[in-house]
T-cell receptor, first 115, second 112 residues
């Protein structure tokens, strides 16, 4: 158990809908990262937050957004869902800010299925 | 940006044999190279990592080697056991903050 928690574990929804995925980092970790894992794309970095502020953006679609709250938990919002958004979404956390190469600890993931 | 390639994509070994997975990276500024193991239905779990100021690191049956000149690093698992069966991912980081660039994964099967 990495100490990173994610809810829900599974999510099934329809095209065009909006969903919110939630992540709680390890105790004391200030950075949160979101990744998408699909069969043909591997693990793709989406976005990073540090202590409530956005720090880095990867291949995140404009339909997706994220935020980190004062208690350091993070939410990933996916809107106008398409079939191709079906994937595993992982959250990871690390202790320090961007600029240092810290180990990232992954949560168990949320499996999103868009029908 | 960084590009990480990983080979092979699948690997089958007999129990007790060794397994080697290789990764190459493109950005010479990368300085941190973790390896993750992902079992079915679970998140990636860190198994070993190495920083660019070290050439080799070992933890029991697992070792990682790094060749900065050639820009490649490898995972070595000795005396493999059925519970080593999983997908293994390499990653590189360091040129732009803490963003990790992952390889495409190696599905390892250890045959009892």
């Amino acid at each position: 158990d990495s100490g990173v928690t994610q809810t829900p574990k599974h999510l099934i929804t329809a095209t065009g809908q909006r969903v919110t995925l939630r992540c709680s980092p390890r105790s004391g970790d200030l950075s949160v990262y979101w990744y998408q894992q699909s069969l043909d794309q591997g693990l793709q970095f989406l976005i990073q937050y540090y202590n409530g502020e956005e720090r880095a953006k990867g291949n995140i679609l404009e339909r997706f957004s994220a935020q980190q709250f004062p208690d350091l938990h993070s939410e990933l919002n996916l809107s106008s869902l398409e079939l191709g958004d079906s994937a595993l979404y992982f959250c990871a956390s690390s202790p320090r800010r961007a600029g240092g190469t810290d180990t990232q600890y992954f949560g168990p993931g949320t499996r999103l299925t868009v029908l | 940006g960084e590009n990480v390639e990983q080979h092979p994509s699948t690997l089958s070994v007999q129990e007790g044999d060794s397994a080697v997975i290789k990764c190459t990276y493109s950005d010479s500024a990368s300085n941190y190279f973790p390896w993750y193991k992902q079992e079915l239905g679970k998140g990636p779990q860190l198994i070993i990592d190495i920083r660019s100021n070290v050439g080799e690191k070992k933890d029991q049956r697992i070792a990682v080697t790094l060749n900065k000149t050639a820009k490649h690093f490898s995972l070595h698992i000795t005396e493999t056991q059925p519970e080593d069966s999983a997908v293994y991912f390499c990653a590189a980081s360091g040129n732009t903050g803490n963003q990790f660039y992952f390889g495409t994964g190696t599905s390892l099967t250890v045959i009892p």
